[in-house]
């Protein structure tokens, strides 16, 4: 034991632990239990029967009653420990209860009688649980709630959004960044000067735009305006700049045209960039809630974030589902993130947006 | 490949190479200018117009009056005494959180990149943690702490089991708005921890050998050393999360719907309600137009930083 504790608080140079890391530790398994506990509480609870969802005391793990199938009888039959009057315990499978009276079998001996147990004669009854996933939400979530629809909505939605995105973010990028005309920097100015407009300042005339487009309703009209973003311009165009023009020149004298000096030498270059934009634009749009909420009202376009939103503000609120769907709408970006997570956090480091 | 260069060949002989910058710029503008800049310049057409069409032909030139009726106060301190009580309760109500939230998480960010900065063991882990609720949508971020805030939630189980009263946390005014707060830093920390972690790194090793062979202690070099150097990316954390915290919304609005009653009516919700619920553009507009002097005057600070600092 001593060693392994003298393992765990091992550090390099073989110092032993001291009060300041002590305190670190603790900070940071306190840290861990209030940014992580949250979140593992909804998925636990999600696998919760409804009848146990708002359990008092409640219960980390979902459970079930456990339950024995004994010939003679049709269902199986929910199982009891009984503490009778004198003190001694029993393991009781119940047949039947009128009022204050249970009949209770014994598993072990099913031929016998049932015995009539007095619930006020004995000190106490209480359910024997099992540990056990209900998968129900879930199967019945996905049944009443269109779930598959809201996805594919949401997946079209961030993928064609990225993918315009990375094309006419990068092309803008290069055009600012390799070529002299005029009006370029006046270009840039205005693009830069945009950065920090919020949908939230132009929701009324964006609206409107988008209504003479004729994208109210429409996934185009979630997709489309924010495509053109100038934080993606702003960091392809610095990340561009590096490539050295040299590099274009001998294209050019090998032939090449621009578009192809683009495609071909300049795209692959920015490699990089394009991933931190790439992991940007899928959070930005998976995520998107207040200008989905404009423009889409036919709840057969909503996204998951829109069809979650609406679902959790019905007027009866059907925890069950909405706590497996909530999983559900959890999982995609925690899985991109356990694969990418190293991507993600040197890319925030790095460029310092989001 | 070469089917597409037949179409941008003839293209680069009439315009030359310089000018094909025009042509790479061109789809990204035209999204630009139709959806972001042109909507930025009508917006002070809606702020100084009338009427509840959202047709711009069918509305009426009012000039100031819809600024006017915001502004329109007995007492600027007393919402009740204006016209637009709700803008005034609004305005109030996310200076209280502004203030709130980045104070607190700052302070939070701060530690927590100083204790990952530590040579511990399990530090990506750690890092992955606190930085795992960015991600998270504002959607899903308000779902997990309602279910947990519930009056039959999990808190509340936690309390009744130690001996205390069911807390009504979202449906009391001063509770829900510690919990938005909480939540918005619990939901946006980890964003800023990174920022401040890669500011700490960026410290060189030398300085702090330097500081302890001088004889300074723990505390000494972090206030000599540690905070001096970090300042210019303290200040480009405290830019950043003030125009985020000054747009709060989606979180709220899933979380409590401004309430109860007005405790947590923010800004954006404000104008969100004022346009699509009660159709009164010009008023929303103009909410707006106030809106965006404020994220300007932030966003100006953040330029000046920017500029002063090396890390932005």
């Known amino acids: ?354 | 490949m070469s089917t597409l260069d037949l179409v941008f060949a003839p293209l680069q002989r009439v315009l030359g190479v310089q000018r094909m910058g025009y042509f790479f710029v061109l789809p990204n503008l035209l999204i630009f200018g139709i959806f972001i800049l042109f909507p930025m310049l009508l917006n002070f057409y809606y702020g100084f117009t009338a009427g509840d069409s959202i047709l711009p032909e069918n509305r009426q030139f009012v000039g100031m009056e819809n600024l006017q009726t915001l502004f329109a106060c007995g007492n600027f301190l007393d919402p009740n005494t204006c016209v637009q009580d709700r803008f005034w309760r609004a305005a109030s109500n996310t200076f209280t959180f502004v203030v709130g939230q980045v104070g607190l998480m700052v302070v939070l960010a701060l530690i927590t990149a100083l204790a990952l900065n530590r040579q511990i063991a399990g530090r990506g882990f750690f890092r992955s943690v606190f930085f795992y609720p960015v991600l998270i949508s504002p959607v899903v971020v308000a779902l997990i702490w309602k279910w947990l805030l519930q009056e039959q939630g999990v808190l509340n189980g936690l309390i009744v089991l130690l001996g205390g009263e069911r807390v009504p946390f979202l449906t009391d005014a001063n509770w829900a708005r510690f919990w938005v707060i909480f939540i918005s830093v619990w939901a946006q920390m980890g964003f800023y921890t990174l920022i401040l972690l890669a500011g700490l790194q960026a410290i060189p090793k030398d300085l702090y050998e330097a500081a302890s062979m001088d004889g300074a202690g723990g505390w000494r070099s972090f206030r000599s050393v540690t905070l001096p150097l970090l300042m210019p990316t303290m200040l480009v954390v405290l830019v950043l999360s003030l125009i985020r915290a000054v747009q709060v919304f989606d979180q709220v609005y899933v979380l409590t719907t401004g309430g109860p009653g007005t405790a947590t009516l923010y800004m954006v919700q404000y104008i969100f309600q004022t346009a699509f619920d009660r159709h009164n553009f010009g008023l929303a507009a103009a909410a707006s137009l106030v809106l965006a002097v404020v994220l300007l005057i932030l966003t100006l600070g953040q330029l000046r930083l920017g500029r002063a600092s090396e890390i932005a």
């Open chain 1, 1 to 354: 034991m001593d060693r392994i504790i003298s393992f765990l608080i091992r550090r390099q140079g073989r110092k032993r632990l001291t009060a300041a890391d002590a305190i670190t530790y603790l900070y940071l398994v306190a840290g861990t239990v209030v940014m992580f506990g949250p979140v593992l509480w909804l998925v636990m609870s999600s696998f919760k029967p409804q009848d146990t969802l708002f359990d008092f005391p409640p219960s980390f793990l979902p459970y079930q009653q456990e339950s024995v199938q004994i010939e003679g009888y049709a269902e199986p039959l929910p199982l009891y420990d009984i503490t009778f009057a004198d003190g001694t315990t029993q393991r009781l499978a119940q047949v039947q209860r009128v009022g204050i009276e249970v009949r209770m079998i014994d598993p072990n001996d099913p031929g016998a009688e049932p015995l009539r147990i007095n619930l006020r004669e004995i000190q106490n009854r209480t359910e024997v649980r099992s540990t056990y996933f209900d998968t129900r939400n879930y199967t019945g979530g996905i049944a009443s709630f269109p779930f598959l629809t809201y996805l594919g909505n949401s997946v079209t939605v961030t993928v064609v959004a990225t993918v315009i995105t990375l094309l006419v973010n990068s092309m803008a990028a290069f055009g600012l960044s390799k070529y002299r005309y005029k009006g370029r920097d006046a270009i840039f100015l205005v693009m830069i000067s945009t950065l920090m407009v919020p949908v939230s300042v132009i929701l009324i005339p964006a609206f409107l735009v988008i209504t003479q487009v004729g994208w109210n309703n429409n996934l185009w009209g979630v997709i489309v305006p924010a495509a053109a973003t100038p934080t993606g311009v702003f960091l392809l165009r610095q990340y561009m700049l590096t490539i050295p023009d040299e590099l274009l020149e001998s294209a050019r004298i090998d032939g090449a045209s621009e578009w192809r000096i683009y495609w071909q030498i300049v795209l692959p270059l920015a490699g990089p960039a394009l991933a931190v934009l790439t992991i940007f634009s899928v959070m930005w749009r998976w995520n998107d809630f207040l200008w989905p909420l404009i423009v889409l009202s036919r709840t057969e376009l909503f996204t998951l974030q829109v069809g979650l939103n609406a679902f959790q503000g019905a007027l009866n609120v059907q925890w069950h589902y909405i706590l497996a769907m909530t999983v559900l709408t959890l999982l995609p970006i925690t899985v991109v993130f356990a694969l990418l997570q190293r991507y993600i956090t040197t890319g925030i480091a790095t460029t310092g947006m989001k």
